[in-house]
């Protein structure tokens, strides 16, 4: 099942380029809340709350408070947060329209083929494991299931003591050269962490890295903000504003292809529109189709209706969705939808036309 989430996906838009990770063990006391505020400030790009010891309700209302504050700050669009581990708290908050945008998983944690099953399309879904074993993960991967992967650790660290150095690295050049070997062959942006210091800001970032996470370099720092602002701009001296182009998407099911036995080929047509608001609803029909054109599915839009092509369970995720864009914004909404099941077959969104143009041809000829 996929839950309805009322804000727009920020996949394509995804920057982790100055990455917090948090939670009330890490802030010497203070309010989680303010050290997200001033790293805010500092310029930080994306926020996970890490709550290792608390549980699934003040998970869900510590959430709830950080969302606020970034919605305060003006950067609910361009800053997401996700929530380590706990899928369910990431569900639950979702269905009670927290703005929760997703979750960081690691290899003991929920397999993240089943956090994208769950949250649907529009989430982010990161990844974390030994970069050792990421070279084997990437390879595995299906396209679209993961967003960004996270690589460590760096350095030894006192808030993941489990995690092993990368590669067993007998210094800080060798820990920054198996990153870089990761970064060249991964279409996924790479994030690395853990014990990473300013002095390591650079070198990372020439490794070809899509940017740092860190915990106690800003959540326990005496400043939060300057600490944070220190950080950004010695990435920034080397990449700039550049940001890591998205993860790929797949066309067609979120973790099925045409190939895949479990696939259900649907041809879907699709109008959806308000009812009540005058008679040019181009600016209400813009907002379903954004969601349409965001789901990574095959489509088309057209003066009366939109095609779509995908597997069954994604495109009926998809139409749910979009149909809910001008529901929750108090307007009645009237759906229009017809499906064409067809085993065997795919892309027969331009195979159709295609056919239909060449019998057209013969006969003129």
């Known amino acids: 099942m996929t839950n309805r989430f ?8 995804l920057d982790v380029s100055a990455y917090l990770v ?41 959430a709830k408070d950080i969302a606020q504050v970034i919605a305060d700050a003006g950067k609910s669009d361009t800053v997401p947060l996700l929530i380590d581990d706990r899928l369910d708290v990431v569900l639950a908050a979702r269905d009670m329209g927290i703005k929760v945008d997703g979750v960081h998983v690691g290899q003991t944690d ?29 390879e595995e991967l299906p396209a679209g299931v ?12 006192t808030t993941k003591p489990e995690a092993t150095l990368i590669e067993k690295a007998a210094d ?53 903000q300057a600490a944070t602002s220190e950080l950004v701009k010695a990435w920034k001296d080397v990449k700039g504003d550049a940001v890591h182009a998205p ?30 608001v005058g008679e040019e609803l181009s600016e209400y029909v813009a907002q379903v189709i954004r969601v349409i054109r965001e789901s990574g599915l095959d489509n088309s839009t057209h003066a009366m209706s939109t095609d779509i092509e995908g597997d069954y369970d994604d495109v ?12 929750d914004h108090g307007y009645r909404t009237q759906v229009s939808l ?19 143009d060449h019998i057209l041809d013969e006969e003129r000829d």
Request: glycine share 10%; proline share 7%.
């Open 172 to 224: 800080d050049s060798d820990s920054i050269a198996a990153i870089g070997r990761l970064c060249a062959i991964s279409d996924y942006p790479v994030v690395a962490g853990g014990g990473v210091k300013l002095a390591d800001v650079a070198p990372l970032a020439r490794a070809g890295a899509a940017g740092w996470f860190v915990v106690s370099a800003i959540a326990g720092a005496d400043d939060p």
């Open 110 to 138: 929920v397999p993240a083929t089943a956090c994208r099953r769950l949250l649907g399309p529009d989430a982010i879904v990161g990844l974390s494991a030994n970069t050792t074993e990421l070279f084997d993960i990437i």
């Open 22 to 62: 948090l939670g009330p063990d890490d802030t010497h006391g203070r309010p989680v809340t303010d050290v997200v505020a001033q790293a805010l400030r500092g310029g930080v790009t994306i926020v996970q709350l890490r709550a290792k010891h608390s549980d699934a309700g003040e998970i869900i209302a510590m």
């Open 6 to 13: 009322p804000y727009a996906s920020m996949r394509d838009i």
């Open 146 to 157: 993961v967003d960004y992967i996270g690589a460590g650790a760096v350095h030894p660290t």
């Open 247 to 276: 993860a790929p998407h797949p066309q067609g099911g979120i973790l099925t292809g045409p190939d895949s036995p479990d696939y259900v080929n649907t041809m879907a047509q699709l109008t959806i529109w308000p009812t009540g």
């Open 338 to 356: 017809q499906m064409d099941m067809r085993p065997g077959f795919s892309g027969q969104i331009r195979k159709k036309v295609e056919l239909v």
């Open 316 to 327: 009926l995720a998809m139409v749910k969705r979009a149909a809910f864009v001008l529901y």
